[in-house]
Protein backbone atom coordinates (compact mmCIF):
# COMPACT_ATOMS: atom_id res chain seq x y z
CA UNK A 1 0.00 0.00 0.00
CA UNK A 2 1.13 3.46 -0.51
CA UNK A 3 1.51 6.43 1.81
CA UNK A 4 -0.88 7.87 0.18
CA UNK A 5 -3.18 5.08 0.35
CA UNK A 6 -1.93 4.82 4.05
CA UNK A 7 -3.04 8.56 4.71
CA UNK A 8 -6.37 7.72 2.81
CA UNK A 9 -7.62 5.04 5.08
CA UNK A 10 -5.83 6.92 7.95
CA UNK A 11 -8.90 9.79 7.39
CA UNK A 12 -11.35 7.38 6.17
CA UNK A 13 -12.89 7.62 9.65
CA UNK A 14 -13.41 10.88 10.30
CA UNK A 15 -15.09 11.28 6.52
CA UNK A 16 -18.93 12.35 6.71
CA UNK A 17 -21.31 13.86 3.97
CA UNK A 18 -20.97 17.44 3.85
CA UNK A 19 -24.51 18.17 2.91
CA UNK A 20 -26.11 16.08 5.70
CA UNK A 21 -22.97 15.43 7.81
CA UNK A 22 -24.64 11.99 8.34
CA UNK A 23 -22.17 8.68 8.34
CA UNK A 24 -20.71 7.21 4.81
CA UNK A 25 -20.78 3.83 3.72
CA UNK A 26 -18.65 2.16 1.07
CA UNK A 27 -20.03 1.48 -2.32
CA UNK A 28 -17.72 -1.00 -4.23
CA UNK A 29 -14.15 1.26 -4.01
CA UNK A 30 -16.17 4.23 -3.47
CA UNK A 31 -18.59 5.80 -0.67
CA UNK A 32 -21.99 6.98 -0.06
CA UNK A 33 -24.59 8.59 2.00
CA UNK A 34 -26.92 6.45 3.67
CA UNK A 35 -29.00 9.58 3.91
CA UNK A 36 -29.21 11.44 0.91
CA UNK A 37 -27.60 9.37 -2.02
CA UNK A 38 -24.09 11.20 -2.33
CA UNK A 39 -21.41 9.81 -4.09
CA UNK A 40 -17.99 10.36 -3.56
CA UNK A 41 -15.48 8.59 -5.60
CA UNK A 42 -12.41 7.40 -4.39
CA UNK A 43 -9.37 7.37 -6.77
CA UNK A 44 -6.46 8.53 -5.18
CA UNK A 45 -8.18 11.25 -3.62
CA UNK A 46 -11.83 11.54 -1.45
CA UNK A 47 -13.53 13.39 -4.54
CA UNK A 48 -16.86 15.39 -2.72
CA UNK A 49 -18.37 18.27 -4.99
CA UNK A 50 -15.66 20.43 -5.73
CA UNK A 51 -15.35 24.18 -8.26
CA UNK A 52 -16.28 23.93 -11.89
CA UNK A 53 -13.79 24.69 -14.52
CA UNK A 54 -15.81 27.84 -15.26
CA UNK A 55 -15.54 29.00 -11.70
CA UNK A 56 -11.51 28.49 -11.98
CA UNK A 57 -11.34 30.43 -15.31
CA UNK A 58 -13.58 32.97 -14.66
CA UNK A 59 -10.72 35.51 -13.92
CA UNK A 60 -7.97 36.04 -16.47
CA UNK A 61 -4.65 35.86 -14.19
CA UNK A 62 -6.26 32.85 -12.44
CA UNK A 63 -7.00 30.60 -15.35
CA UNK A 64 -3.27 31.67 -16.31
CA UNK A 65 -2.22 30.85 -12.64
CA UNK A 66 -4.65 27.47 -13.48
CA UNK A 67 -2.42 26.32 -16.39
CA UNK A 68 1.10 27.01 -14.39
CA UNK A 69 -0.24 24.93 -11.39
CA UNK A 70 -1.06 21.61 -13.41
CA UNK A 71 1.75 22.07 -15.21
CA UNK A 72 4.17 23.40 -12.50
CA UNK A 73 3.05 21.01 -10.11
CA UNK A 74 5.09 20.71 -7.02
CA UNK A 75 7.61 23.86 -8.86
CA UNK A 76 4.78 26.01 -8.60
CA UNK A 77 4.54 27.77 -5.34
CA UNK A 78 8.79 27.73 -5.64
CA UNK A 79 8.03 29.93 -8.61
CA UNK A 80 6.02 31.64 -6.75
CA UNK A 81 8.36 32.53 -3.98
CA UNK A 82 10.97 33.78 -6.24
CA UNK A 83 7.92 35.88 -8.22
CA UNK A 84 5.71 37.20 -5.86
CA UNK A 85 6.33 40.63 -4.44
CA UNK A 86 5.72 39.12 -0.62
CA UNK A 87 8.52 38.45 2.06
CA UNK A 88 7.91 37.17 5.33
CA UNK A 89 7.07 33.89 7.00
CA UNK A 90 3.64 32.64 8.48
CA UNK A 91 5.68 29.83 10.48
CA UNK A 92 3.59 27.42 9.06
CA UNK A 93 6.65 25.28 9.85
CA UNK A 94 6.72 25.42 13.53
CA UNK A 95 2.90 24.77 13.32
CA UNK A 96 3.21 21.91 11.51
CA UNK A 97 6.08 20.44 14.03
CA UNK A 98 4.15 20.79 16.82
CA UNK A 99 1.85 18.03 16.07
CA UNK A 100 2.21 14.85 16.87
CA UNK A 101 3.16 11.67 14.14
CA UNK A 102 -0.53 10.35 14.32
CA UNK A 103 -1.81 13.71 14.07
CA UNK A 104 -5.00 14.63 11.68
CA UNK A 105 -3.65 18.17 10.15
CA UNK A 106 -5.27 19.57 7.22
CA UNK A 107 -4.35 22.28 4.82
CA UNK A 108 -7.58 23.95 3.85
CA UNK A 109 -7.51 25.10 -0.08
CA UNK A 110 -3.90 23.26 -0.52
CA UNK A 111 -3.82 23.90 -3.88
CA UNK A 112 -0.47 22.41 -5.59
CA UNK A 113 1.19 22.70 -1.77
CA UNK A 114 2.04 19.33 -0.28
CA UNK A 115 3.87 18.36 3.12
CA UNK A 116 5.32 14.99 4.85
CA UNK A 117 2.39 12.15 5.12
CA UNK A 118 0.39 13.88 8.33
CA UNK A 119 -1.01 17.01 6.69
CA UNK A 120 -4.37 15.82 4.33
CA UNK A 121 -4.46 18.28 1.39
CA UNK A 122 -8.02 19.66 0.70
CA UNK A 123 -9.19 21.87 -2.10
CA UNK A 124 -11.73 22.63 -4.14
CA UNK A 125 -9.97 21.65 -7.55
CA UNK A 126 -8.12 18.15 -7.66
CA UNK A 127 -4.57 18.86 -8.04
CA UNK A 128 -2.50 15.26 -8.47
CA UNK A 129 -1.49 16.48 -4.80
CA UNK A 130 -5.14 16.81 -2.91
CA UNK A 131 -6.51 14.17 -0.89
CA UNK A 132 -10.09 15.26 -0.31
CA UNK A 133 -11.95 17.67 -2.95
CA UNK A 134 -14.14 19.05 -1.66
CA UNK A 135 -16.27 22.98 -1.64
CA UNK A 136 -14.43 24.47 0.99
CA UNK A 137 -18.15 25.83 2.56
CA UNK A 138 -18.70 22.62 3.56
CA UNK A 139 -16.02 20.55 5.38
CA UNK A 140 -16.48 16.57 4.85
CA UNK A 141 -15.22 15.99 7.90
CA UNK A 142 -17.44 15.21 11.59
CA UNK A 143 -17.64 17.48 14.35
CA UNK A 144 -14.13 17.48 16.70
CA UNK A 145 -12.08 15.23 14.53
CA UNK A 146 -9.16 17.22 13.19
CA UNK A 147 -6.39 17.71 15.72
CA UNK A 148 -5.19 20.84 13.09
CA UNK A 149 -6.17 22.59 10.68
CA UNK A 150 -4.51 25.46 8.50
CA UNK A 151 -5.02 27.97 5.49
CA UNK A 152 -2.68 29.78 3.77
CA UNK A 153 -3.86 33.03 2.08
CA UNK A 154 -7.36 31.31 1.14
CA UNK A 155 -10.23 33.10 3.46
CA UNK A 156 -10.11 36.13 1.15
CA UNK A 157 -11.03 33.71 -2.02
CA UNK A 158 -13.79 32.67 0.20
CA UNK A 159 -17.11 34.56 0.22
CA UNK A 160 -17.82 34.33 3.82
CA UNK A 161 -14.61 34.32 5.95
CA UNK A 162 -16.93 34.04 9.26
CA UNK A 163 -19.01 30.47 8.48
CA UNK A 164 -15.56 28.54 6.98
CA UNK A 165 -13.84 30.10 10.29
CA UNK A 166 -17.13 28.42 12.11
CA UNK A 167 -16.42 25.32 9.71
CA UNK A 168 -12.86 25.12 10.93
CA UNK A 169 -13.82 25.43 15.11
CA UNK A 170 -16.33 22.74 13.93
CA UNK A 171 -14.13 20.24 12.71
CA UNK A 172 -11.35 20.30 15.24
CA UNK A 173 -11.61 18.90 18.30
CA UNK A 174 -11.26 21.01 21.28
CA UNK A 175 -8.01 21.65 22.10
CA UNK A 176 -7.44 21.36 18.15
CA UNK A 177 -5.11 24.15 16.63
CA UNK A 178 -5.52 26.55 13.81
CA UNK A 179 -3.03 28.33 11.81
CA UNK A 180 -4.31 31.03 9.25
CA UNK A 181 -2.50 33.59 6.96
CA UNK A 182 -4.75 36.09 5.58
CA UNK A 183 -3.25 39.26 3.56
CA UNK A 184 -3.71 43.24 4.35
CA UNK A 185 -2.18 45.43 1.95
CA UNK A 186 -2.43 43.10 -1.58
CA UNK A 187 -3.58 43.77 -4.96
CA UNK A 188 -7.18 42.46 -6.11
CA UNK A 189 -5.74 38.63 -7.14
CA UNK A 190 -8.58 36.23 -7.67
CA UNK A 191 -8.17 32.46 -6.95
CA UNK A 192 -10.42 32.05 -8.49
CA UNK A 193 -12.34 34.53 -6.52
CA UNK A 194 -11.03 37.38 -4.27
CA UNK A 195 -13.66 38.84 -1.76
CA UNK A 196 -11.59 40.34 1.26
CA UNK A 197 -9.00 41.74 3.57
CA UNK A 198 -7.92 41.85 7.39
CA UNK A 199 -6.38 44.27 9.48
CA UNK A 200 -4.62 42.42 12.77
CA UNK A 201 -8.12 43.06 15.09
CA UNK A 202 -10.51 42.37 11.81
CA UNK A 203 -8.35 39.13 12.08
CA UNK A 204 -8.57 38.57 15.75
CA UNK A 205 -12.57 39.33 15.41
CA UNK A 206 -13.27 36.67 12.93
CA UNK A 207 -11.42 33.85 14.89
CA UNK A 208 -13.14 35.29 18.46
CA UNK A 209 -14.47 31.84 18.83
CA UNK A 210 -11.19 30.51 19.83
CA UNK A 211 -9.04 30.59 22.62
CA UNK A 212 -4.81 31.61 22.92
CA UNK A 213 -5.22 33.90 19.71
CA UNK A 214 -1.36 35.12 18.88
CA UNK A 215 -0.89 36.83 16.06
CA UNK A 216 2.04 38.81 14.15
CA UNK A 217 3.07 40.98 10.57
CA UNK A 218 4.00 37.46 8.33
CA UNK A 219 3.82 39.54 5.31
CA UNK A 220 6.35 42.94 5.36
CA UNK A 221 5.58 46.78 4.77
CA UNK A 222 7.72 46.76 1.80
CA UNK A 223 5.96 43.66 0.41
CA UNK A 224 2.85 45.62 0.52
CA UNK A 225 4.24 48.66 -1.07
CA UNK A 226 5.88 47.01 -3.96
CA UNK A 227 2.94 44.77 -5.19
CA UNK A 228 0.80 47.91 -5.25
CA UNK A 229 3.31 49.96 -7.11
CA UNK A 230 3.38 47.16 -9.64
CA UNK A 231 0.19 47.83 -10.13
CA UNK A 232 0.12 51.24 -10.72
CA UNK A 233 2.61 50.62 -13.17
CA UNK A 234 0.93 48.57 -14.98
CA UNK A 235 -2.02 50.50 -14.86
CA UNK A 236 -0.49 53.50 -15.93
CA UNK A 237 1.88 52.58 -18.58
CA UNK A 238 -0.98 50.95 -20.51
CA UNK A 239 -2.97 54.34 -21.32
CA UNK A 240 -6.32 52.70 -20.83
CA UNK A 241 -5.55 49.23 -22.53
CA UNK A 242 -6.64 46.20 -20.48
CA UNK A 243 -4.37 43.84 -23.01
CA UNK A 244 -1.26 46.34 -22.45
CA UNK A 245 -1.92 46.11 -18.92
CA UNK A 246 -1.75 42.66 -19.37
CA UNK A 247 1.48 42.43 -20.86
CA UNK A 248 2.90 44.70 -18.52
CA UNK A 249 2.03 42.72 -15.43
CA UNK A 250 4.57 40.28 -15.63
CA UNK A 251 6.96 42.59 -16.99
CA UNK A 252 6.85 44.43 -13.53
CA UNK A 253 8.02 41.59 -11.26
CA UNK A 254 11.69 42.92 -11.73
CA UNK A 255 10.77 45.00 -8.95
CA UNK A 256 9.97 41.54 -6.89
CA UNK A 257 12.97 41.72 -5.21
CA UNK A 258 12.39 44.49 -3.60
CA UNK A 259 10.77 42.18 -1.20
CA UNK A 260 14.13 41.68 0.51
CA UNK A 261 14.01 44.89 2.52
CA UNK A 262 11.19 43.34 4.33
CA UNK A 263 13.67 41.35 6.24
CA UNK A 264 14.57 44.46 8.21
CA UNK A 265 11.37 46.51 7.88
CA UNK A 266 9.15 43.28 9.06
CA UNK A 267 10.74 44.14 12.67
CA UNK A 268 9.16 47.37 12.84
CA UNK A 269 6.89 48.58 14.95
CA UNK A 270 4.85 50.03 12.70
CA UNK A 271 5.23 47.35 10.11
CA UNK A 272 1.27 46.32 10.42
CA UNK A 273 0.07 49.57 8.93
CA UNK A 274 1.19 49.22 5.56
CA UNK A 275 1.92 44.87 6.22
CA UNK A 276 1.34 42.42 3.17
CA UNK A 277 -0.17 40.10 5.59
CA UNK A 278 -0.71 38.60 9.06
CA UNK A 279 -0.78 35.43 10.39
CA UNK A 280 -2.61 33.63 13.42
CA UNK A 281 -2.68 30.71 15.52
CA UNK A 282 -5.57 29.78 17.71
CA UNK A 283 -6.67 27.08 20.15
CA UNK A 284 -10.20 25.39 19.92
CA UNK A 285 -11.16 26.19 23.71
CA UNK A 286 -12.51 23.07 26.26
CA UNK A 287 -9.58 20.91 25.35
CA UNK A 288 -6.01 19.93 26.23
CA UNK A 289 -3.86 21.64 23.62
CA UNK A 290 -0.30 20.19 22.51
CA UNK A 291 0.21 17.14 20.62
ZN1 LIG B 1 -25.86 13.06 2.99
Known sequence: MTRREQLLDRIR?????????????????????????????????????????????????????????????????????????????????????????????????????????????????????????????????ADGSLDGVFSEAVLEHVPDPVAHVAEMLRVLRPGGRVHCYFPFMQAFHASPHDYSRLTIPGLRKLFEGFTDCRTWVAG??????????????????????????????????????LKYLDAVLIKHPAAHTIASGFAIEATKPGGAPGR
Open 220 to 257: GPTSGLVWTLQEWLAIAGSFGSERLYRALVPLTWVLSP
Open 13 to 141: PVLVCPTCRGPLVERGRDLACATCDLVVKRDGAFRFAGLSEETQNADWLNSVKAVAKHRLGRLYPLAMNVLAPVYGDAGLDAFLDSFADDAIVCDLGAGTRSYDDRVVCVDGFGYKSVHVVCDLVALPF
